[in-house]
């Protein structure tokens, strides 16, 4: 049983307050990404996880331990680093079995679980190398076998596939959450990439600023972003937002842009919000060729990007940069105006000043 | 072409002459003796007890350097109050030069009023024989030389220690390696072919050692310090024996050789095994 309880931890480094105060709990065999921008914060929270950077305020707990003040070594932890941190002059073999060995746990004991973390990392022919002779993706299974073989409570990854090509990425995401799945471990994991926190998480916490803005499954941060940096920062491409205000008039109400454009709402929704200044904010996959609530913009093409599913047009909408994704072989010209079809019904609303959902 | 023959030349030269009887006092024309010199050489005690003087020196010296620079290396690399400005200092004796260096030991050595000796005699002690007796003139000597060159491998052990990677530490700390245990089972294996080099470095530059000895002992007492270069800067220049010198020379020059592949073949398997 490993949960982690994070109390109103914060760091400084003298004046600078790099995180003010966060709360955040995590259950046990749960794997938690925490997402965001360079400078959000998210590596300084699992380092203080770690034990490998002081906690400025606050506590940690490992399930009934207090871990806060307890030295790195003792918090039984292993982590997986962006640049692997694998010893140079140690084979595959005396890598991952390095901690048993600080452990003086007995040789055969050593060397049959590095043959099993091997085994289970496909990594079995490359025991007697050394890092330097092994691709960035072996080395990331090496990284992650000497993670293993401690049967740590908790593992921590910071940004682990972030020096690997694109291709691999995709692979080692899938063998990570395969990993997850086997050895039921409580996992915190840090990227910047938002496609590796939806596909690997079973929460997704997105932080920015040293907060924490939104803590939730990958679909409710999609479908419910609760303000507007999560809805932009989730989801790619990204989001499009445009600002205005709502007014009730004739035949329900309307939302009208800062440019003067309208666009009616369907009956009762948001009728509430009326007279503030909000955003509106559509997903380029709501902004196509058709929708049920036959709601149509005019898009000022700008530019279009064939992807082969679907193709991408750029442009502007009411003056604000807008994207919408319209089916395969769709043609514009840049320059030519487009009829957009928006799905109302999978919009957001967000408050103009406070930026959070309005639902 | 012109380049090689201006480094092979002098050594040339000197070979042919290592095979004559070859003074300059009383100027004698050089005649060649074949092997003659070397065989006296080999044949003298006082040669080997020069060999031996030398090696003593060389192996203490170079060791301590090492261990105790190595180690103030590791602490100054460690991020502490002021470490830029003991940077600095520590690596000032290795600035002055050596002649410059001896004539301040052996004023420091003084027995009876240097400072070392005055302070020593506060505490009860008597006046002590620091370059006139045997073993004390080799260990004021060793000790010179590892004041003198133990910034030298401060400054290289420094520089290798600050490309070690911090994330490896890191992990190691995450495995709970004692800080001890991080440096046995990282910091020197990653470090050991630097240290090679150093102390590959300074024990051929250590065989050379000669105005250190010439200005705090002169060799003495009797022949007890006296070194290679020494030797044979006493048949060089005080007794002109040309042959005879160049010889030695070359027999030092067959020596150092021969300590250097030792050395190298000794330590080849470890830095191998890490590369």
Redesign the interface.
């Known amino acids: 049983m490993t949960n982690i309880s994070i109390r109103n931890l914060s760091k400084s480094y003298g004046d600078v307050v790099v995180i003010p105060g966060i709360n955040l709990e995590i259950r046990d065999k749960e794997f938690v990404v925490l997402v965001g921008p360079s400078g959000c914060g998210k590596t300084t929270t699992l380092r203080m996880i770690a034990g490998l950077e002081e906690v400025s305020g606050g506590e940690i707990w490992f399930g009934e331990r207090d871990v806060t003040n307890l030295r790195a070594g003792l918090r039984n932890t292993s982590m997986v680093f962006q640049n692997y941190a694998l010893y140079p002059h140690m084979t595959v073999a005396q890598n991952i079995g390095y901690g048993m060995k600080v452990r003086k746990v007995p040789k055969p004991e050593i060397d049959k679980a590095v043959r099993k973390a091997a085994q289970i990392l496909d990594l079995e022919a490359y025991l007697e190398r050394r890092p330097k002779n092994l691709s960035g993706g072996q080395r990331q299974r090496v990284a992650i076998g000497r993670a293993i073989v401690r049967d740590p409570d908790i593992f921590l990854f910071d940004e682990p596939l972030s020096n690997l090509d694109a291709k691999l990425r995709i692979e080692m995401r899938s063998e990570i959450k395969a990993l997850h799945r086997r050895l039921q471990t409580t996992i915190v994991y840090v990227t910047h990439d938002q496609v590796e926190a939806m596909t690997m998480a079973d929460r997704v916490v997105v932080m920015r600023d040293g907060n924490i803005e939104q803590s939730d499954d990958p679909i409710t941060l999609y479908e419910k972003p609760a303000n507007i940096f999560v809805a932009s920062f989730i989801g790619a491409p990204s989001m499009n937002f445009l600002e205005g205000t709502i007014t009730s008039g004739e035949g329900g109400a309307q939302f009208q842009t800062t440019d003067g454009v309208t666009i009616a709402l369907p009956a009762n929704k948001w009728a509430d919000a009326a007279g503030r200044p909000v955003v509106l904010g559509i997903r380029p996959e709501h902004a196509t060729e058709s929708s049920p609530t036959k709601t149509v913009v005019t898009m000022l093409v700008k530019s279009v990007e064939p992807l082969g599913p679907h193709t991408l047009i750029n442009g502007t909408v009411a003056g604000a940069k807008f994207t919408a994704q319209m089916p395969a072989g769709t043609s514009f010209e840049p320059g030519e105006s487009a009829e957009i079809h928006i799905n109302l019904d999978k919009a957001h609303l967000f408050d103009g000043a406070s930026e959070l959902a309005i639902r | 072409m012109i380049v090689l023959a201006m480094a092979i030349f002098p050594l040339i030269y000197s070979l042919s002459i290592s095979f004559m009887h070859y003074r300059l006092i009383p100027p004698m024309p050089p005649r060649f003796n074949g092997l003659d010199n070397y065989a006296k050489i080999l044949g003298q005690a006082r040669f080997w007890s020069v060999i031996y003087t030398t090696s003593v020196i060389v192996i203490f010296s170079v060791f301590l350097q090492y261990v105790i620079g190595f180690a103030v290396a590791t602490a100054l690399n460690a991020k502490i109050r002021g470490s830029s400005v003991f940077r600095v200092l520590l690596l000032m004796p290795m600035l002055i030069a050596p002649v410059a260096v001896a004539l301040i030991a052996r004023m420091i050595l003084n027995p009876v009023i240097g400072p070392l000796d005055q302070f020593l005699t506060m505490f009860g002690f008597p006046d002590l024989p620091f370059l006139s007796n045997k073993n004390w003139a080799m260990g004021s000597l060793i000790a010179v030389e590892v004041w003198q060159w133990t910034p030298f491998v401060i400054l290289l052990m420094l520089a290798g220690l600050q490309t070690l ?1 911090r ?2 530490y ?8 004692s800080k001890w ?1 991080q440096f046995w ?2 910091t020197f ?2 470090l ?1 072919p630097i240290s090679v080099a150093i102390i590959f470095i300074r024990i051929i530059e250590s065989f050379k050692i000669m105005d250190t000895v010439f200005v705090m002992t002169g060799g003495g007492p009797g022949i007890a310090t006296e070194t290679l270069t020494l030797f044979a800067y006493q048949e060089g220049f005080k007794k002109f024996n040309l042959g005879y010198t160049s010889a030695l020379s070359f027999l030092f020059l067959i020596f150092i050789i021969v300590i250097g592949v030792i050395f190298l073949a000794i330590v080849k398997p470890y830095v191998e ?3």
Do not use: F, G, Q, W
């Not at chain 2, 890191?170 to 390696?177: I, P, R």
């Open positions: 990677p994330d490896v890191e992990a190691a700390t995450l495995e709970n390696a245990r089972d990282i294996p990653m050991l095994k890490r590369s």
